[in-house]
C-alpha cells in the first residue's frame, strides 16, 4: 500500500494549493480553523497569494455539496478579514461578485443552491458593504434588494474585524549588525569592499534558502507522521475483531509499523528545532499522539500495555521535607504549555515535571522525547538505599506482575537497547519482588491483594477525569463568577497585576475552573510577550487554555484598563487544596522580565 505525501522542495504556490486540499479534504467534510490560519499566512507572504486563493476559492463556492460550499465561505471570510487590502481589492471587483450572485439568483445557480448557503452569501455581501469601503460591492448588494432577492439586511452578522496582515520582513536585514556592515560596504567605492558586500549577501540568502528548506522539510515530515496517526487512529475506532477482514489487518499492521520507523524522526527534528522555535510544541505534540496510538494498538493487537510510569516504585519512598513536595509532586503537562509554544522560560522549570504524565523539559531537546538515564540511575540508587530484601513483603506497594521493564512513560524505545548496570540489577530487583509476590498475589483475600485493587480502581477514576480534562475547554462568556470566593492576587510586581477568579459552574464536581486576569498599570510602555505558566501536584492535572492576547496598550487612567485573560482548569479528583507553583514572563519595550518560580496555595475550593 502506497501513501502519497507531499514533496520535500515545493514553491509557494504548491503550498498553497496543498493547503486548499487539506482544507476541502472530503474524508473530514469539517472546517479547521488551523488549517485555514495556515492559509492565511501563507498567503500574506506571496505577491500572487491572493488571486491564486480566489481562483481556487470560486469554483468551490459554487459547488453542489453544500458542505463544501459553507466551508469556502468561511475560509473567504477569514481571508478578507486577515490578508488585507489586496485581498478586498480583489473581492471589491464585479468580475468576483458576479460569481457569488450567481448563487443567490433565480437566473443562473439561484434555484440548486441550498438555503444556507444562500443565506451564508446574502450575509457576507451584507457585511461587506457596511465594513468595506468598496462601491462595487455596495452596488452588487443595492442590486439584489432592488430585484427582490434579498428583502432585508441581515440582522445578526458579526461585525468584520479586519486584521492588518504583519510586514514581511526579509531576515537578510534582521541581522542590525550584518545589516550597518553591508551599508558601510556598499556605499564604498572601493572594488574589494563591494566584492565582500556580495559575498556576505549570498551567504545570508544561503543561509536563509537553507532555513526554509529545514523548515519545509519539518513541515513535511509532521504532516506525514500526522496522517498516519489519523488514519490509524480511525482504523482503531471501527475495529471490530468480528468483522473485520485481512485486508484491513494488513493496513491496520502497515500504518503501525510505519509510525515506529517515524518515531526516530520526531527526536532528530526536536533536537534540531530551537529551544524558543513555536514548532517545537507541534513536535511535542505529535510525539504524543504518536506514542498513544502505538500504545492502543498494542493493547487491541499485541495485549500488552506501551510503558509503565518511571515512579512506579516497588518500595513506598516517603518525601522528608516540603521541598520535595514542590521539586517532585508537581509537574507541567502539554496543556499548560502557552498558546505560543515558546519553551526557553521553560529550561527553568524542569524540576516540575514527571516523568510519568508529561514530557520531560531540558535544556536539550533529545531530552524532551528521550528519558534521562541518570534520573533512573538516581531512582536506582534510591530503591537501594531504601530497600532490605529481607523485610515483610508487605513493604511492596506496587505490583510487578506483567512487568519486564521499567521505563519512563514518553521514553522512545528503538530496535535495540543498551542495559546499563543499573537498569540489570532493577531487572534483577523486579524478577526477585514477582518471585516474592506471586504467592501472595494469588490469594484474592489478603490484605495486599485488596490494598492493590483498590488503588487500581481508584487510578481508573482519576485517568477518566483527566483524559476527559485533556479534550474539553470552556468559552469564557458561558463562566459565571463564584460569589462566595473573591478575586485572588496571585502576583502583582512592576506595574502588572494577575487575578485569579473563580468559577461558580464548572464541567464536573472534580474539576476547578479558573480565569486569570492581567492588567497592566504602566503608564509609559506597552506590555509584549506576556506568558504565564503553571504547575500542580502529581494528584491533579491542569490545563490552560490559549490567552486572549499577548500584549497590553500603554495605560491610560482615563479609559478602563485592557485586560489579557486566560482560562486555567485544574482537575482535583482527590479534592486537595491546589498548592499552584507558577512562573510569568513579560516584556516593556526593551527590557524582559523572567520571573522566579512562585508558590502559592489557593482558596479552599470545597
Known amino acids: 500500500?502506497?501513501?502519497?505525501?507531499?514533496?520535500?522542495?515545493?514553491?509557494?504556490?504548491?503550498?498553497?494549493?496543498?493547503?486548499?486540499?487539506?482544507?476541502?479534504?472530503?474524508?473530514?467534510?469539517?472546517?479547521?480553523?488551523?488549517?485555514?490560519?495556515?492559509?492565511?499566512?501563507k498567503l500574506n507572504s506571496d505577491l500572487d497569494g491572493a488571486q491564486l486563493a480566489l481562483d481556487l476559492l470560486t469554483p468551490k463556492i459554487q459547488s453542489s455539496q453544500e458542505w463544501e460550499a459553507l466551508i469556502a465561505l468561511y475560509t473567504l471570510e477569514a481571508c478578507v478579514k486577515n490578508c488585507g487590502e489586496r485581498f478586498h481589492d480583489l473581492i471589491g471587483r464585479f468580475r468576483f461578485l458576479n460569481e457569488i450572485i450567481k448563487l443567490v439568483s433565480p437566473k443562473y445557480y439561484g434555484n440548486k443552491t441550498s438555503d444556507k448557503v444562500k443565506q451564508r452569501c446574502i450575509e457576507i455581501l451584507y457585511s461587506w458593504s457596511v465594513h468595506l469601503n468598496r462601491p462595487k460591492i455596495t452596488e452588487a448588494y443595492e442590486m439584489l434588494k432592488k430585484q427582490g432577492i434579498v428583502t432585508k439586511d441581515p440582522t445578526h452578522v458579526e461585525k468584520l474585524e479586519i486584521k492588518?496582515?504583519?510586514?514581511?520582513?526579509?531576515?537578510?536585514?534582521?541581522?542590525?549588525?550584518?545589516?550597518?556592515?553591508?551599508?558601510?560596504?556598499?556605499?564604498?567605492?572601493?572594488?574589494?569592499?563591494?566584492?565582500?558586500?556580495?559575498?556576505?549577501?549570498?551567504?545570508?540568502?544561503?543561509?536563509?534558502?537553507?532555513?526554509?528548506?529545514?523548515?519545509?522539510?519539518?513541515?513535511?515530515?509532521?504532516?506525514?507522521?500526522?496522517?498516519?496517526?489519523?488514519?490509524?487512529?480511525?482504523?482503531l475506532l471501527n475495529y471490530n475483531s468480528q468483522r473485520v477482514n485481512e485486508s484491513e489487518k494488513e493496513t491496520i499492521k502497515f500504518l503501525y509499523d510505519e509510525l515506529e520507523k517515524l518515531r526516530p524522526n520526531l527526536i532528530n527534528l526536536a533536537s534540531e528545532t530551537d529551544d524558543n522555535d513555536e514548532a517545537l510544541a507541534d513536535i511535542i505534540k505529535?510525539?504524543?499522539?504518536?506514542?498513544?496510538i502505538i500504545g492502543q494498538y498494542k493493547l487491541i493487537f499485541l495485549k500488552s500495555t506501551t510503558h509503565v510510569p518511571?515512579?512506579?516504585?516497588?518500595?513506598?519512598?516517603?518525601?522528608?521535607?516540603?521541598?520535595?513536595?514542590?521539586t517532585d509532586s508537581f509537574k507541567v503537562n502539554s496543556d499548560s504549555i502557552d498558546s505560543k509554544g515558546k519553551y526557553d522560560p521553560l529550561k527553568e522549570l524542569e524540576d516540575l515535571f514527571s516523568n510519568s504524565n508529561s514530557v520531560s523539559i531540558t535544556s536539550n531537546n533529545k531530552d524532551l522525547l528521550m528519558s534521562d538515564n541518570k534520573s533512573l540511575n538516581n531512582n536506582f540508587e534510591n530503591l537501594f538505599s531504601s530497600i532490605n530484601l529481607n523485610?515483610?513483603?508487605?513493604?511492596?506497594?506496587?505490583?510487578?506482575?506483567?512487568?519486564?521493564?521499567?521505563?519512563?512513560k514518553n521514553q522512545v524505545q528503538t530496535s535495540s537497547v543498551v542495559k546499563t548496570p543499573q537498569l540489570k540489577a532493577l531487572d534483577d530487583l523486579n524478577q526477585l519482588g514477582k518471585n516474592l509476590m506471586e504467592k501472595t498475589l494469588n490469594d484474592p483475600n489478603t490484605p495486599l491483594t485488596a490494598a492493590l485493587g483498590a488503588n487500581?480502581?481508584?487510578?481508573?477514576?482519576?485517568?477518566?477525569?483527566?483524559?476527559?480534562?485533556?479534550?474539553?475547554?470552556?468559552e469564557l462568556e458561558k463562566i459565571k463568577p463564584n460569589n462566595q470566593i473573591g478575586p485572588y492576587e496571585l502576583y502583582n510586581k512592576n506595574s502588572v497585576k494577575i487575578v485569579l477568579f473563580f468559577a461558580a459552574n464548572s464541567p464536573n464536581e472534580n474539576i476547578n475552573v479558573c480565569v486569570l486576569s492581567v492588567t497592566s498599570l504602566n503608564c509609559?510602555?506597552?506590555?509584549?510577550?506576556?506568558?504565564?505558566?503553571?504547575?500542580?501536584?502529581?494528584?491533579?492535572?491542569?490545563?490552560?487554555?490559549?490567552?486572549?492576547?499577548?500584549?497590553?496598550?500603554?495605560?491610560n487612567p482615563i479609559l478602563p484598563p485592557t485586560a489579557i485573560t486566560q482560562i486555567m482548569l485544574i482537575a482535583n479528583p482527590n479534592k486537595e487544596q491546589v498548592k499552584l507553583k507558577f512562573k510569568v514572563s513579560y516584556s516593556f519595550d526593551t527590557k524582559d522580565h523572567n520571573e522566579p518560580d512562585d508558590v502559592k496555595t489557593l482558596p479552599n475550593l470545597y
Do not use: W
Not at 32 to 37: A, H, I, Q, R, Y
Not at 286 to 292: I, L, P, R
Open 524 to 555: 509609559d510602555s506597552t506590555l509584549r510577550n506576556f506568558n504565564f505558566q503553571a504547575a500542580v501536584p502529581k494528584s491533579m492535572k491542569l490545563k490552560l487554555q490559549p490567552a486572549s492576547r499577548s500584549d497590553l496598550p500603554v495605560y
Open 164 to 235: 492588518i496582515p504583519p510586514r514581511v520582513t526579509n531576515p537578510i536585514f534582521e541581522d542590525d549588525e550584518k545589516s550597518r556592515k553591508l551599508q558601510k560596504l556598499l556605499k564604498s567605492k572601493n572594488p574589494q569592499d563591494l566584492e565582500e558586500a556580495n559575498r556576505i549577501i549570498k551567504n545570508m540568502v544561503r543561509q536563509d534558502e537553507l532555513k526554509t528548506e529545514k523548515i519545509s522539510n519539518r513541515i513535511n515530515e509532521l504532516e506525514h507522521i500526522n496522517n498516519n496517526i489519523k488514519l490509524l487512529n480511525e482504523m
Open 286 to 292: 505529535t510525539n504524543e499522539q504518536c506514542e498513544k
Open 456 to 474: 487500581v480502581s481508584k487510578l481508573t477514576s482519576e485517568n477518566e477525569i483527566f483524559n476527559f480534562l485533556n479534550g474539553f475547554s470552556m
Open 310 to 326: 518511571s515512579d512506579d516504585k516497588l518500595v513506598n519512598i516517603k518525601e522528608k521535607d516540603e521541598d520535595l513536595l514542590l
Open 1 to 41: 500500500m502506497n501513501f502519497n505525501f507531499m514533496s520535500s522542495s515545493t514553491t509557494p504556490r504548491q503550498e498553497i494549493e496543498s493547503l486548499f486540499n487539506k482544507i476541502f479534504s472530503p474524508i473530514k467534510k469539517e472546517l479547521d480553523p488551523n488549517l485555514v490560519g495556515q492559509l492565511c499566512l
Open 391 to 408: 523485610s515483610n513483603i508487605a513493604a511492596l506497594t506496587t505490583p510487578v506482575q506483567n512487568m519486564p521493564y521499567i521505563m519512563p
